[in-house]
């Protein structure tokens, strides 16, 4: 037997805001989270964008043991989940008694990892680096974490996949449930921020040094974008069966209803137009509606010259150039392996909400963008069923289609 | 470092390190039992020893201390024997 999937929780620490109903604000007024950030330039990268967050304090909730084993994207990762548990009225005291997962997007911990290098080059000996690094360095981090602190039973995992770890995550907690694996999936990204999380990818060129109004800088479909923005934060998606949702009695914010994946078995950084339509294609074939159906397409868009015009023509290839479409990463920049998860958090708010957040800094458009119905600031409209495209570095592709929950 | 420093340094950098108040650090408590210490808080507790006493302690110390008095002796031994 097939169980209905539906989200009972969403939980934001994110460069738009702090908790969901500021990130609200932000993607209503098109308000831009990203900042010059001085020391990148003093560090050596090419670029000094970035969208910010800052590190939250977690004294007031959390005891020194469950605090140690954390760096940015068990903290941030933290921050996401105790607002989603309040929203979906979950507490330890229940979780604890019940089979609840969690699969956590994470695909960095560079930050830790370096500064416990440091401690070691510095002090000669292991024994002095302490007892948290260890937790903190690992990739698997936020579940680790948060499984620990909220005394979960079920899958306890995360998953790495580039820039649609995020999205695959609930896609992969999605499956469980709907098989009747499990009944309540924690799902999510968490990205890190700083300053070592990023310099590779600097180093290969491939951001955005519009540094003039760093706010203009990201500009996904535009015809003068120059690269991405990478940000961070954390995004949480709390998911489960629709029996589960209607025992406890929560508020139900949406239904899962397809979930795409492929893989473009060819360069290691490029996009692929086969890969994202085959991605696409699935979603819609499980989710068994016409792509007409679809009201809306949050699009991984990133501002970089040919990953927005494959995905341009990938969206116009299955859905024309009617359904209107979006970047919140206009906003937000790259929030890299949180935004698979950010981004439907963000588009469940435009649902709840019926407007579509502005891809901003879309001015001109250039030959495959301007085949599509890209929507350059706020507009009010309902939204019924939505999709989300997510896209990472080795060519995984990730597509969630979202309906609105009828009974 | 004379015993009054070894002491008064003690007592800020483990009430701070894990967050006890500092007057449950008292001469003949129970060193384990008042940090509330388990097998990971001893690698901190080597750590803050080291950076704030400059001695590293061993497993075998850990075991052959129960008080607090009975830490300071043994800081008091590490440090004249450096």
Redesign the interface.
């Known amino acids: 037997m097939e169980h209905r999937v539906v989200i009972t929780g969403i939980g934001l620490y994110s460069c738009l805001g702090e908790n969901t109903n500021i990130v609200l604000d932000s993607l209503r007024n098109g308000k831009s989270g990203i900042i010059y950030d001085q020391s990148r330039k003093e560090f050596g990268y090419r670029s000094c964008l970035t969208g910010f967050v800052p590190e939250p304090d977690l004294k007031p909730f959390l005891s020194r043991r469950e605090r140690i084993g954390m760096h940015e994207p068990a903290m941030f990762a933290y921050m996401s989940t105790r607002e989603a548990m309040a929203q979906a009225k979950l507490d330890v005291d229940f979780l604890e008694k019940t089979e609840t997962g969690i699969i956590f997007g994470n695909d960095s911990t560079a930050g830790a990892v370096i500064n416990t290098i440091d401690k070691v080059r510095e002090r000669k000996d292991t024994a002095l680096i302490g007892s948290g690094d260890i937790f903190q360095n690992m990739n698997c981090t936020v579940n680790m974490n948060l499984s620990t602190i909220y005394k979960l039973k079920g899958i306890n995992m995360s998953l790495s996949a580039a820039c649609a770890s995020g999205s695959h995550a609930i896609g992969m907690g999605y499956l469980l449930i709907k098989q009747g694996l499990q009944d309540r999936v924690i799902c999510g990204g968490a990205q890190e921020i700083n300053l070592y999380a990023m310099a590779s990818f600097d180093g290969l060129g491939a951001f955005s040094i519009n540094q003039e109004d760093p706010t203009k800088a990201s500009r996904p479909f535009d015809k003068d974008r120059d690269g991405l923005v990478p940000s961070g934060g954390s995004a949480t998606v709390i998911i489960e069966s629709l029996d589960s949702a209607l025992k406890r009695n929560v508020p139900i914010l949406g239904e899962i209803v397809g979930y795409g994946f492929s893989s473009n078995g060819d360069h290691i950084s490029n996009p692929n137009f086969d890969g994202q339509f085959r991605s696409l294609n699935m979603a819609l074939k499980q989710a068994d509606i016409d792509p007409s159906a679809v009201d809306y397409v949050n699009a991984h868009a990133t501002s970089t010259p040919v990953g927005d015009t494959t995905e341009a023509q990938a969206i116009h290839s299955v859905f024309g150039g009617k359904v209107p479409v979006s970047s919140t990463k206009s906003m937000t920049g790259h929030e890299c392996w949180m935004a698979g998860a950010s981004e439907i958090a963000y588009s469940l708010l435009m649902m709840q909400n019926d407007f579509i957040a502005p891809n901003i800094n879309f001015a001109n458009p250039d030959e495959d963008s301007a085949k599509i119905n890209i929507v350059p600031e706020y507009k009010e409209q309902n939204i019924d069923c939505f999709l989300s495209n997510s896209f990472g570095f080795g060519g995984t592709n990730s597509s969630l289609i979202i309906k609105k929950f009828i009974k | 470092m004379n015993r009054a420093e070894i002491i008064e340094t003690t007592k800020r950098f483990l009430s701070e390190?894990?967050?006890v108040d500092i007057v449950a650090i008292q001469a003949e408590s129970n060193m384990h039992k008042t940090l509330d210490l388990?097998s990971?808080?001893y690698?901190?507790l080597?750590?803050v020893i080291?950076e704030n006493l400059g001695f590293?302690p061993t497993s075998d110390d850990f075991k052959s201390v129960q008080t607090f008095n009975e830490f300071y002796d043994l800081a008091e031994h590490k440090l004249a024997m450096a």
């Open positions: 390190e894990f967050e388990d990971l808080d690698v901190d080597v750590v080291e590293k």
